[in-house]
């Protein structure tokens, strides 16, 4: 912690209001945001084939859940893990009216006006379901109401499930079961979804900067107090739910006209909690965090599918080899063999650099070509920006020679692959247990991931953004502090 | 009409009588004072009077009006405002920022203006911006507006939240044990503080503290409670000679 | 009105059954929580590896037609019961233990991701198929029993007493023993019990040995009993279950959570006697949140909420 108090990223960076300057600047944000949706849609669409849409729609849907999670979890400090649900809602009634009304020839309007209705009447139920959920939170705290939240998330879940018209249906009501609600025209376009991410960053930025949203703030910091200063504290976690959830039920609306139904494997507790898990790896309370770690952790989900088998032995002989670099470097470490702050001679921290880019390149080569192009951009964008952010700071050495030495690592254990993999085979009881097994990519995500969750969690639990919005002035403490004694804020 | 009369305040915890019939009234621009030894059940009485606690029976009237039971943001918004023994700042805020939440207890503009952010909210967030500077000025804090109000210093962070409190606009400020853990010139500067909120500012000030000589030199008046009961009342010099008090503070007279 | 009634008593049996498994995972949970305010995800994944070690036990390392069915089953119950409790430890060790101090969300997603790398990671390990099941003559025990009309297999019968007995002996620790003692210590204030001497770190340990290895039992006797296919998510919903019947009870409460359990098995046999199968995993939900909103610190939990 800083000996003299450090300046905070403040949540009222507004500037002061100027009438003039106000309008234009609104105006044209708004045109700009209009045009380059035009633009989107009219060229860059008509190029996209089936699945690079998929990986699109879905990444910005999940963007735009996390930051109405993260306006509950983070911004009010509420514990809510079911938000699985309020997606769900927001679908099934869009999906349902939409069926019952539009298909039917009921209702007729040009499908994207009608589109937008039933975006609203997502919003609308799954607010109400907000409310449902935000009043008991006026009797429960922390671990009680997450675990609350999480049964209101699987009670709507099973209801959905049994609403199949039958005996076990209340009223009769046909919601399409445990199939899901099928044949939903599909009227989303990816600049709809689009603009409701951007709408929903700024809804949520522009509340922020409000003396308005610090009320939330306070409710997280300390209930009690806001409520000795006068903040309405149940009214204010109950806004948030509401709020929280009219967004997810827009998401929702919206991915019911894309998916064409609503099945129910969709939101089960399992999107609920990797819904937690991009607001909390992003940063709880950090808009731009929830957002990034929604789009990035979609798009690695969807992405990872595609990538080949690997026969379990490459696989044991990879995490073998790791485990020795690991133990490796600890034990040089330890040893102060390694000193790997500023100290090294820029001849290794090149050679290092070079290899990274060496088995990036590999990579690529192997795996690339079967991979979306979606997926290529997202990635080049991703090293760009680290690279941007690692040279921007005063301790950029040290930190290419980290990489560096990475990068070497990784190189290391790659290439040293086959060398282990051989001799693997020729021990007779791992072939016969392992021999002919290939982990498929699909399967092995789920494992990777949840890993790579605990590990991101055990490194840095605040997460990556922690409480703050993405600045110049975060990334160089960032940086700054990992280098130097360890990161606080 | 007395700013805050509190009649037969009384709370049950279970089987324990945490606070026992306790009255007193307060007049437009006292310096009160409630005092007494550990556990006298000071803290108890700020909590029934701010909305906290629920009384099991009696009743508080501020301003003549009855505000029993009601809740705490109520109470703050009819112009009670307390701080804590503990310290309760909003730890990751700025110290601008928590200053600025007290004020937004008197803003006007609807949740919609602010999501969309349209003038009347940015002019109003402005406005309380300024409000809050001014405060900080007042209380010398100006120069670490940005700063992290859980970074501050200990005696900077007990101006912070009389500033907070200030900035809701009371009638009545309510502090508990604000001088705990300062050091002799802290304090007197402290007094001073206090002094001023009531001369410059009007307000009516009731103040906790085990500081007898805090509470003395500053405090018009004075309560002093033990075990839950109210054992004397009175101007300071009357309250430094009662033999109750000293009993209670120091034991039996030898 | 429908209901089969000459059936209920039969029903309320299997509850019991049901319950008795509910209640040895939720017993670890109710532990788990007392001690480190952890509400452990991964808790119901022991579970299923308790159950996945019964079978490896008895269906693969060791042969059955060679072995005495009863000492099988006290293998089968070692093996489970030791391997849970190891998995337990390690557990605490590397992925909590780090995080005493973090945020409490971030310890639950740590919480869920175990739970994930157990069930998909597992799947990758045990990749058989068709699915495993312990075949039904392992368990000896599975002969019916007619009492006065009900049919009780004498394995319901046994996993109520297994239960029983390892609930008086989890009681008779924490009350009588310094260990038990001091794990009540911790439950009541961390960081005092620490200040106090209290070797925090060894209570923390013991409390997962008993609560993993008490959940591996519970696996071992579902899967023996029950009879059910395995895969790596068969921990997953009675996890849940298991949790809200902790929570029940009153969170922290070692007889709350068998009472919980207990009450959590028949609540879903009589929601499945009445007709309504496909709410059965519903009922949980519902009663936890009526739990929650009426009386949140459970049936036998304090309602005190200091300011």
Not at chain 1, 90 to 108: D, E, N, P, R, S
Not at chain 3, 33 to 52: K, S, W
Not at chain 3, 289 to 300: A, C, E, H, M, Y
Request: proline content about 4%; some cysteine.
């Amino acid at each position: 912690m800083a000996a003299t108090p450090a300046p905070v990223a403040s949540v009222l960076d507004s500037a002061k209001f100027h009438a003039g300057r106000f309008w234009t600047a609104r105006f044209s944000s708004f045109a700009v945001v209009g045009l380059a949706l035009y633009a989107f849609h009219n060229f860059v669409t008509p190029n996209l084939g089936i699945y690079d849409v998929r990986l699109i729609v879905l990444a910005f849907l999940f963007g735009t859940l996390a930051v109405s999670l993260n306006l509950i979890n983070g911004i009010t400090g509420q514990f809510s893990i079911g938000h699985a649900a309020f997606y769900l809602i927001g679908a099934i009634t869009a999906g349902k009216l939409t069926v019952t009304f539009y298909k039917t020839g009921i209702v007729q309007m040009p499908g994207t006006l009608w589109l937008l209705v039933m975006v609203f009447a997502g919003a609308a139920a799954a607010a109400v379901a907000g409310l449902i959920v935000g009043l008991p939170s006026l009797r429960l705290r922390g671990d009680y109401l997450a675990v609350a939240t999480l049964g209101f998330g699987e009670i709507v879940n099973v209801i959905q499930r049994n609403q199949d018209g039958g005996k076990q249906s209340i009223a009769g009501l046909d919601l399409g079961g445990a199939y899901g609600l099928q044949g939903v025209p599909k009227l989303t376009e990816i600049w709809f979804v689009l603009l409701l991410f951007i709408v929903t960053v700024a809804l949520t930025r522009n509340l922020i900067t409000c003396a308005h949203g610090l009320s939330f703030l306070a409710v997280r910091e300390d209930e009690l107090a806001a409520d000795a200063t006068g903040v309405n504290a149940t009214r204010t976690k109950v806004t948030a739910f509401i709020l929280g959830a009219a967004i997810a039920g827009m998401a929702g609306a919206l991915y019911a006209h894309y998916n064409g139904s609503v099945p129910p494997d969709d939101f089960k507790m399992d999107t609920s909690f990797i819904l937690v898990a991009m607001v909390v790896i992003g940063g709880t309370g950090s808009i731009t965090g929830a957002a990034a770690a929604g789009i990035t952790l979609k798009l690695l989900e969807e992405g990872l599918r595609k990538v080949p088998a690997i026969p379990a032995i490459d696989l044991y002989a990879l995490i073998l080899l790791a485990i020795a670099a690991f133990a490796g470097y600890r034990a040089l470490a330890r040893r102060r063999k390694l000193n790997l702050d500023g100290k090294l001679r820029p001849i290794w921290v090149t050679l290092g650099s070079i290899l990274c880019v060496f088995v990036v390149w590999l990579g690529y080569k192997n795996y690339g070509s079967d991979l979306s192009w979606v997926l290529k951009v997202a990635a080049w964008v991703f090293m760009a920006l680290l690279l941007a952010c690692i040279l921007s700071t005063s301790s950029r050495v040290a930190y290419l020679a980290r990489f560096g030495f990475f990068g070497f690592c990784l190189a290391l254990i790659v290439l040293a692959k086959p060398l282990v993999a051989g001799p693997l085979r020729g021990i007779e009881p791992v072939v016969e247990l392992v021999g002919q097994t290939t982990y498929r990519a699909a399967d092995l995500r789920w494992a990777i991931f949840s890993l790579a969750l605990v590990f991101v969690m055990i490194i840095r639990p605040q997460g990556v953004f922690g409480h703050h919005e993405f600045s110049w002035t975060f990334v160089k403490r960032f940086f700054a502090g990992r280098v130097g004694e360890g990161a606080s804020a | 009409m007395s700013v805050l009369d509190v009649q037969n305040l009384t709370i049950r915890f279970g089987g324990l009588v945490a606070v026992n019939n306790v009255s007193f009234q307060i007049e437009q621009g006292d310096l009160f004072g409630l005092i007494g030894p550990n556990g006298a059940g000071k803290t108890t009485v700020f909590n029934m009077v701010t909305g906290v606690y629920r009384p099991t029976s009696g009743s508080v009237k501020f301003n003549g009006r009855e505000i029993t039971g009601l809740s705490p943001n109520r109470v703050a918004g009819l112009g009670i405002c307390r701080t804590f023994q503990n310290i309760r700042l909003f730890s990751a805020l700025s110290v601008l920022e928590n200053v600025v939440i007290g004020a937004y207890l008197r803003h006007r503009t609807s949740l919609f203006s602010a999501l969309t952010y349209l003038p009347p909210a940015c002019k109003e967030t402005e406005r309380l911006k300024n409000e809050a500077m001014r405060l900080l000025e007042v209380m010398d804090l100006s120069n670490v507006a940005d700063a992290r109000s859980a970074d501050l210093p200990y005696g900077k962070q007990r101006r912070l939240e009389i500033a907070r409190a200030m900035a809701t606009q009371p009638e009545l400020l309510l502090l508990d044990e604000p001088a705990a853990g300062m050091n002799p010139q802290e304090k007197e500067d402290l007094q001073k503080t206090v002094r001023r909120l009531r001369d410059e500012f009007g307000k009516t000030v009731l103040v906790i503290e085990h500081d007898m000589r805090f509470v003395m030199n500053l405090c018009e008046k004075i309560v002093v409670l033990d075990h839950g009961e109210e054992i004397a009342f009175g101007p300071p010099e009357q309250i430094r000679n009662d033999p109750k008090v000293i009993e209670a503070y120091l034991g039996e007279p030898v | 009105m429908g209901f089969d009634w000459e059936q209920l008593p039969q029903q309320l049996v299997n509850g019991v059954q049901q319950g008795a498994v509910y209640a040895l995972i939720a017993l670890g949970y109710t532990m788990v929580y007392g001690v480190l305010r952890l509400i452990n995800f991964a808790h119901g994944d022991i579970y299923m590896v308790g159950a996945y070690l019964a079978y490896y036990t008895s269906m693969v390392w060791f042969s059955r037609d060679a072995m005495n069915p009863y000492l099988l089953l006290a293998l089968m119950l070692l093996f489970a019961m030791a391997g849970c409790a190891l998995l337990g430890v390690l557990i605490e060790r590397f992925a909590y233990r780090p995080l005493r101090n973090a945020p409490r969300i971030s310890v639950l997603i740590t919480a869920v991701g175990i739970s994930l790398f157990l069930e998909y990671a597992g799947r990758l390990v045990v990749q058989t198929s068709p699915q495993p099941a312990i075949v039904q003559d392992v368990n000896v025990w599975s002969k019916p029993m007619h009492i006065g009309g009900i049919t009780v297999q004498q394995s319901q019968l046994a996993m109520l007493i297994v239960t029983l007995v390892l609930m008086t002996l989890l009681w008779a620790f924490v009350r009588r023993t310094s260990m038990g003692r001091a794990m009540r210590a911790v439950s009541h204030d961390f960081s005092t019990a620490a200040l106090m001497g209290v070797n925090v770190d060894r209570v923390v340990i013991v409390t997962f040995i008993i609560g993993s290895g008490l959940a591996g039992a519970g696996g071992m006797m579902s899967a023996t009993a029950f009879g059910t296919p395995l895969n790596t998510f068969y921990g997953l919903l009675p996890g849940v279950k298991a949790f809200v019947a902790a929570v029940l009870g009153g969170i922290g409460n070692i007889p709350g959570a068998v009472v919980g359990g207990l009450i959590m098995g028949l609540a879903e046999v009589l929601v499945i006697w009445a007709g309504y199968a496909g709410y059965r995993d519903a009922v949980a939900f519902v009663i936890l949140i009526v739990i929650l909103l009426f009386r949140p610190g459970g049936l036998f939990g304090s309602t005190v909420d200091k300011v």
